[in-house]
């Protein structure tokens, strides 16, 4: 057995959204590190292209700024990447938004907004690059991974209803979704990622401290931690793990 190239990203490309910041981000820059072309996507073009310009320290890394909540959007994103790339090797569904409200108060617009971005628009970009991925499935299986969410595992205190009912919906998605494209040689899985610094998390970025008193393992996650899971999927040593989701929270799903 040679495991020497068994992580390795070297000559593949990657795209993910929502990778401005955040996990999207970690992800990028240990793709980056694998050997992996990286494209990122966000919606504001000022942020992605300025995250672009500093991972490009690490490798080649493109924005393609793009609103991926509508399916124009998607489409626009499709299109922008084809003037790059004629195939796609890892699509990284990591895009998200979350909505706080009472029950008695949640509006439909925290509704549409979180379920648009976070279910509707990971099946949509998927369909839309399902060709490049296919004609990328030669000597390597292609992969889809969907950033979903502890919260749509086990329930926490907090009143988002469409974020925690988008993500669960995002697991049994990417079960489906793996049944089907799995006869295409596209693998897709996802992450249940728990407490990582980012401005969706904003307890995990400022009060790191308290955070952790609630994790086993005694800390947030690491870029290191995310990157390491995403690199796990993506490559050849994940090409067994079918519509599972795999979770990285350091164990608070058990403590819950």
């Given at each position: 057995?040679?495991?020497?190239?068994?992580?390795?990203?070297?000559g593949?490309?990657?795209?993910?959204?929502?990778?401005?910041?955040?996990?999207?981000?970690?992800?990028?820059?240990?793709?980056?590190?694998?050997?992996?072309?990286?494209?990122?996507?966000?919606?504001?073009?000022?942020?992605?292209?300025?995250?672009?310009?500093?991972?490009?320290?690490?490798?080649?890394?493109?924005?393609?700024?793009?609103?991926?909540?509508?399916?124009?959007?998607?489409?626009?994103?499709?299109?922008?990447?084809?003037?790059?790339?004629?195939?796609?090797?890892i699509?990284?569904?990591?895009?998200?938004?979350?909505?706080?409200?009472?029950?008695?108060?949640?509006?439909?617009?925290?509704?549409?907004?979180?379920?648009?971005?976070?279910?509707?628009?990971?099946?949509?970009?998927?369909?839309?690059?399902?060709?490049?991925?296919?004609?990328?499935?030669?000597?390597?299986?292609?992969?889809?991974?969907n950033i979903?969410?502890?919260?749509?595992?086990?329930?926490?205190?907090?009143?988002?209803?469409?974020y925690?009912?988008?993500?669960?919906?995002?697991?049994?998605?990417?079960?489906?979704?793996?049944?089907?494209?799995?006869?295409?040689?596209?693998?897709?899985s996802?992450?249940?990622?728990?407490?990582?610094?980012?401005?969706?998390?904003?307890?995990?970025?400022?009060?790191?401290?308290?955070?952790?008193?609630?994790?086993p393992?005694?800390?947030?996650?690491?870029?290191?931690?995310?990157?390491?899971?995403?690199?796990?999927?993506?490559?050849?040593?994940?090409?067994?793990?079918?519509?599972?989701?795999?979770?990285?929270?350091?164990?608070?799903?058990?403590a819950?």
């Amino acid at each position: 057995m040679d495991t020497t190239n068994l992580f390795s990203l070297k000559g593949r490309t990657a795209l993910i959204t929502g990778g401005s910041r955040g996990i999207g981000r970690m992800i990028a820059e240990g793709y980056l590190a694998q050997g992996a072309r990286v494209y990122i996507s966000a919606r504001k073009a000022a942020a992605c292209d300025q995250t672009a310009k500093e991972l490009s320290a690490f490798g080649t890394c493109i924005s393609l700024p793009a609103d991926v909540s509508t399916l124009a959007g998607a489409q626009a994103l499709v299109a922008a990447y084809a003037k790059h790339e004629d195939s796609l090797d890892i699509l990284v569904n990591n895009a998200g938004a979350a909505w706080g409200a009472p029950y008695d108060e949640f509006p439909e617009s925290g509704w549409d907004k979180v379920v648009d971005l976070n279910l509707k628009a990971p099946f949509f970009l998927t369909q839309a690059l399902t060709p490049m991925l296919k004609k990328a499935a030669t000597d390597y299986l292609a992969k889809v991974i969907n950033i979903a969410s502890i919260d749509g595992i086990s329930v926490n205190p907090q009143e988002t209803y469409s974020y925690a009912a988008s993500k669960a919906g995002l697991i049994q998605l990417t079960r489906r979704m793996a049944l089907r494209l799995a006869q295409d040689r596209i693998v897709v899985s996802a992450i249940a990622p728990g407490a990582f610094a980012s401005d969706m998390n904003k307890d995990a970025r400022d009060h790191g401290d308290e955070v952790k008193g609630r994790i086993p393992a005694g800390r947030i996650g690491t870029p290191e931690d995310m990157a390491g899971a995403a690199i796990y999927l993506a490559s050849r040593a994940g090409d067994y793990v079918m519509g599972s989701t795999l979770i990285v929270d350091g164990g608070v799903t058990h403590a819950r």
